[in-house]
């Protein structure tokens, strides 16, 4: 019979979940952390620097499980304890920490099931990514208990107001976007002084253009992928200067272009910003002002997007990458479009032109790509060699990666 019960024995895993990453921003510890004597000392040392942290509760909560199971001395289940941490980023950042380090775990100690221990938040996006990879028999949730007093709600009142200005998270809703709105109001009447106009009706249009732009950015999650953007770390090698190089000052000349055009615009039809707007007014001399929008600034424009084309060529040449030949041509044709953008611009200030060298210039560009697609195929086939070394190592990368995700989804 014993024998029977040690063949049905099961791998029990306590899981404490911190998804936020509160011990590794308190406490400096590396998670994951395996066994319960690491966890009782993490655990100790995260109540020590925040007495109020719930995690810390949780992660006793899973120590205190782990022991209450181990005293089932009939019971032949093996059992282990550890926690995993997100990270303060949230989303998918947090997501993928908590996957990799799951898996960490279950290297170590592969478990037929779990039991999860987590403070109650977020419970909803953590239960799939865990139970993805092993069946949770069981979940805790730990609420810290609050006084009902009315000091204990004061004082409790005191530390969510302190979060509220301390913690980063809470703080850039509470403090950043207000900070923002104040700065652009301060401004306006600072114009104001210098440029009269509506100041009510232009306060109303900046702030709301902030908070939309506030809202996109959170629902689509621009600032968590802008912060997990700027915290990566990064090698940079010559090609990549040289496309940021090329990227940077091929967006500032063609800024600049627009800039020159509209200035022009501007003092040449009096355009000014007044509210309301003559619709009339604006329709009559919207084809002129398209006109001269694109004969001004389609030669700095032109020169900056091929600036930028340009640059990801020589990228592409330093890297060895096949793309540098197609990218070369379009290059030749980007340089080319300014004849027809000119041609298309006289035409919309001046209707009465004849069109024979727009369409001179349009079958021109066709001949261009034709002839620059057919010498960049020669080029090539001539030079494949060069490029095939490049190629087949990304095709060995490529492999090799494949493999390591058949791995870890095994």
């Not at 301390?166 to 703080?171: A, I, L, T, V």
């Not at 401004?187 to 809202?215: E, P, S």
Request: charged share 25%; aromatic share 10%.
């Amino acid at each position: 019979m014993r024998k029977n019960d040690e063949q049905e024995a099961e791998r029990l895993l306590v899981l404490c979940v911190d998804r936020d990453d509160d011990i590794g921003r308190k406490t400096g510890i590396k998670t994951p952390i395996i066994g319960k004597e690491e966890n009782l000392k993490s655990a100790l040392k995260l109540i020590l620097a925040d007495p109020e942290e719930a995690d810390a509760n949780a992660m006793f909560e899973a120590i205190r499980v782990y022991e209450t199971l181990k005293k089932d001395k009939k019971s032949h289940d093996q059992y282990e304890i550890a926690t995993i941490a997100g990270s303060e980023l949230g989303g998918i950042t947090a997501d993928r920490k908590l996957v990799s380090e799951l898996g960490e775990i279950l290297k170590k100690f592969p478990a037929d099931s779990l039991i999860l221990v987590t403070d109650g938040f977020s419970d909803e996006d953590i239960m799939p990514l865990v139970q993805t990879r092993v069946p949770v028999t069981s979940v805790r949730r730990v609420i810290v208990k609050h006084s009902e007093s009315i000091e204990e709600t004061a004082a409790l009142f005191s530390r969510y107001w302190r979060m509220l200005f301390e913690d980063p998270r809470y703080s850039r809703i509470a403090l950043g976007l207000p900070g923002i709105l104040l700065i652009s109001l301060g401004m306006l009447v600072l114009l104001q002084v210098f440029i009269k106009f509506d100041i009510y009706t232009w306060t109303a249009i900046v702030g709301l253009i902030i908070l939309g732009c506030y809202l996109v950015g959170k629902g689509y999650g621009l600032d968590r992928k802008i912060s997990a953007f700027l915290s990566r770390s990064y090698r940079y090698s010559i090609s990549d200067l040289v496309v940021g190089f090329s990227l940077t000052f091929g967006f500032i000349l063609v800024g600049i272009g627009f800039y020159q055009a509209w200035s022009f615009i501007a003092v040449e039809f009096k355009i000014s910003f007044q509210i309301p707007v003559d619709i009339d007014k604006l329709i009559t001399m919207l084809p002129l002002i398209i006109g001269w929008l694109i004969n001004k600034s389609m030669t700095l424009a032109v020169i900056g997007i091929c600036t930028i084309f340009l640059g990801k060529s020589v990228a592409y040449l330093l890297d060895r990458d096949s793309k540098f030949w197609r990218t070369s041509a379009l290059v030749v044709v980007l340089a080319w479009s300014w004849t027809i953008l000119n041609e298309i611009s006289q035409i919309i200030i001046n209707p009465s032109l004849p069109p024979d060298s727009l369409v001179m210039s349009i079958i021109t560009g066709i001949i261009i790509i034709v002839a620059s697609g057919l010498t960049t195929h020669f080029l090539s086939r001539k030079y494949r060699d060069f490029f095939q070394e490049k190629e087949k190592e990304t095709q060995k990368e490529t492999q090799e990666s494949g493999d390591t995700d058949e791995d870890s989804s095994s």
